[in-house]
């Protein structure tokens, strides 16, 4: 059974960077062919790809966040991290891990999810 669990702040501050890791169990995240996402929802909208790391360490971002979005994995520790860069309010949201069967851009499916972080960004 895979298993994926966010850390990091709950509270960024306007124009900081926020940075979450993805710890994942039960899996490798070098495992062929498999998809590593980061996918947020702000609050009253719906679900938001950001980026994804593939198996082979190829990342894919967004093109809507692409310029904020860096996602980086540390295969030692089995985890992949995301940076988004000058956050603002509009940044809030609850922020999901996710693992998609194939690493495609974007992910067509995920079959399992981390059970989310908030993350309030103050102003």
């Avoid at 990342?59 to 809507?64: E, K, V």
């Amino acid at each position: 059974q895979v298993q994926l669990q966010e850390s990091g702040p709950g509270l960024v501050k306007s124009s900081q960077t926020l940075s979450l890791t993805c710890t994942v169990s039960g899996g490798s995240i070098t495992s062929s062919y498999y998809g590593w996402s980061w996918i947020r929802q702000p609050p009253g909208k719906g679900l938001e790809w950001m980026g994804s790391i593939a198996y082979d360490g190829t990342t894919y971002y967004s093109p809507s966040l692409k310029s904020r979005t860096s996602i980086s994995r540390d295969t030692s520790k089995n985890q992949f991290s995301l940076q988004l860069s000058s956050v603002t309010p509009e940044d809030t949201a609850r922020y999901y891990c996710a693992r998609s069967p194939d690493a495609s851009d974007p992910p067509h499916e995920y079959d399992y999810w981390g059970q989310g972080t908030q993350v309030t960004v103050s102003s």
